[in-house]
């Protein structure tokens, strides 16, 4: 048997699984990432699901998270795991790595994280072999949910939203000056307030010319910018994320205008990665 475990900032997804492929337990637990929170709290998290999930022997635990940057974390993760649980083989791997081997499984291929953020990766079928750095919310991030509403709140304070659609928005959210710049600057998750916006935006897209080119130019960004740094013309793009789900029907136009090739789409990467590891 083994276990997976893939883990964003709010949440970690372990699973048990049998030799077989079956499923045979799950638990959802505190969110794990390296780089944003303590490691007192991620050791934690990690130990209370090692004692949820223990047992006697384990083929390996594949573990997969955010902030993965230095080999000192491997190490010390590792040595928590193994100091909780008999197992054979342990992997720390980053949520990259998680996203490409669940829409390219064991074959080569680009993988595209689109979520409140965005990343990009080729992955040569067993490994991450080259990525374009993403750069983050402040000066990257192109085609994720935090870039689509910082577009838009950028423009609305300039009063650059056209007017049925700036009326909306005032109807439903604080849009004081200061309201947004406090969200921005001064929250806990700026990414996450400004990604907040994006399935209001997504709702004008079929009435507002505006709002088309807003969603159009952020993933085209994100296309050209990041995605065709690759070898596009052989290798299809995978895509992991609720953002990049919710709007697959435009994505893939946008690719295939751009001579992308589009291939599997994945709200999360857990049952690619189950997949992954059953074969």
């Known amino acids: 048997m083994i276990i997976i475990v893939e883990s964003g900032a709010t949440k970690s997804d372990w699973r048990l699984?049998?030799?077989?492929?079956?499923?045979?337990?799950?638990?959802?637990?505190?969110?794990?990432?390296?780089?944003?929170?303590?490691?007192?709290?991620?050791?934690?998290?990690?130990?209370?699901?090692?004692?949820?999930?223990?047992?006697?022997?384990?083929?390996?635990?594949?573990?997969?998270?955010?902030g993965i940057v230095t080999q000192e974390i491997r190490t010390q993760l590792e040595s928590l795991i193994r100091s909780r649980a008999s197992v054979g083989e342990v992997e720390i791997c980053t949520d990259l790595v998680a996203a490409a081997r669940a829409v390219c499984g064991h074959e080569p291929g680009i993988a595209a994280i689109i979520g409140t953020g965005s990343n990009t990766c080729f992955y040569d079928g067993s490994d991450v072999s080259q990525k374009v750095r993403s750069g983050g919310y402040v000066i990257g991030d192109e085609g994720g949910g935090a870039a689509l509403g910082k577009l838009f709140l950028a423009d609305y304070i300039k009063g650059l939203v056209p007017s049925d659609v700036a009326s909306d928005f005032e109807s439903r959210y604080d849009s004081s000056y200061e309201g947004i710049v406090a969200g921005v600057y001064r929250s806990e998750s700026p990414a996450g307030f400004l990604g907040s916006?994006?399935?209001?935006?997504?709702?004008?897209?079929?009435?507002?010319?505006?709002?088309?080119?807003?969603?159009?130019?952020?993933?085209?960004?994100?296309?050209?910018?990041?995605?065709?740094?690759?070898?596009?013309?052989?290798?299809?793009?995978?895509?992991?994320?609720?953002?990049?789900?919710?709007c697959k029907d435009i994505f893939v136009r946008l690719c295939s205008e751009e001579g992308v090739r589009t291939g599997c789409f994945l709200p999360e990467p857990i049952d690619g990665l189950i997949k992954y590891h059953s074969l």
């Open 17 to 66: 699984i049998a030799p077989s492929g079956e499923q045979l337990q799950r638990k959802l637990l505190a969110g794990i990432n390296v780089s944003t929170a303590s490691m007192e709290h991620n050791l934690e998290t990690i130990a209370a699901g090692l004692q949820e999930f223990g047992r006697e022997a384990l083929d390996g635990i594949y573990f997969y998270t955010a």
């Open 197 to 246: 916006f994006a399935p209001f935006i997504l709702s004008h897209y079929g009435s507002s010319e505006y709002v088309r080119e807003l969603v159009d130019g952020n993933f085209r960004s994100f296309i050209r910018r990041a995605l065709k740094r690759y070898d596009t013309a052989r290798y299809p793009v995978g895509v992991v994320g609720g953002f990049g789900c919710a």
